[in-house]
């Protein structure tokens, strides 16, 4: 079956503890990429990836880092997390050979205290 | 990328058609009109996409307007399932470009 998957799905941390996210799609694609959703605010992009070893900044980049390894992998890192960063992220992929369309993982829940 | 404009929320009656409008009225040309969904705090799923002529898929229908500057969304037979947001989002229809989500519509199913 054709999915992206995020793990972990839920996650409590405290402040300053280095955590990842991880984001793997089996569907070839090449493009992939991180959205974080908040109430009020809806989607917006963190980071994204045209490739592998291609990444670039999305409209809110700060307190994150990304690394694209291997095509299927794309890991959120939070360096040093701050209760700011409680939100509801996802991974998505598309395809280089269109229509473009993003497909979307199931989310990780993350709470910062 | 043009904006869209889309009511906040709607009801529809389970299996009866749901139809969704979205204005995009500052569209350009090689703007497509894209919809998709989001079950509650589920990922965004994809539902349908087009440029000027009408589309259909398993899941809906979309009806874009000959001067393209407003669309409808179908669902032919709305289920209790199918309550969600729903998004309609106007972009070109580029590799790698960021998706902008707005507020959507609430799409309530009622039995």
């Known amino acids: 079956e054709a999915q992206v998957t995020q793990n972990p799905r839920y996650l409590i941390t405290v402040t300053g503890k280095k955590l990842t996210v991880t984001c793997s799609q089996n569907?070839?694609?090449?493009?992939m990429s991180w959205y974080r959703q908040d109430p009020g605010l809806g989607l917006r992009q963190i980071y994204y990836?045209?490739?592998?070893?291609?990444?670039d900044k999305g409209d809110v980049p700060e307190g994150y880092k990304v690394s694209r390894k291997e095509k299927r992998n794309f890991p959120l890192i939070l360096e040093s997390p701050s209760p700011n960063q409680t939100s509801l992220y996802f991974c998505?992929?598309?395809?280089?050979?269109?229509?473009?369309?993003?497909?979307f993982g199931p989310g990780t829940r993350l709470t910062v205290t | 990328d043009a904006k869209t404009t889309q009511p906040p929320s709607m009801d529809c009656a389970e299996g009866r058609a749901a139809n969704l409008p979205c204005n995009h009225s500052?569209?350009?040309?090689?703007?497509?009109v894209y919809w998709y969904r989001q079950i509650h705090s589920q990922g965004p799923q994809y539902i349908i996409h087009?440029?000027?002529n009408n589309e259909t898929n398993e899941m809906a229908s979309l009806i874009i307007t000959e001067d393209r500057k407003s669309s409808t969304l179908i669902l032919p037979h709305a289920t209790l399932r199918d309550t969600a947001v729903y998004y309609c989002?106007?972009?070109?229809?580029?590799?790698?470009?960021?998706?902008?989500f707005g507020p959507g519509t609430r799409l309530s199913a009622l039995p």
């Open positions: 998505a992929s598309s395809s280089r050979g269109g229509p473009y369309e993003q497909y």
């Open positions: 569907m070839n694609h090449e493009y």
């Open positions: 990836s045209m490739n592998v070893e291609v990444t």
């Open positions: 500052t569209i350009s040309g090689n703007e497509y």
């Open positions: 087009g440029l000027k």
């Open positions: 989002i106007v972009r070109v229809e580029n590799y790698g470009q960021n998706f902008v």
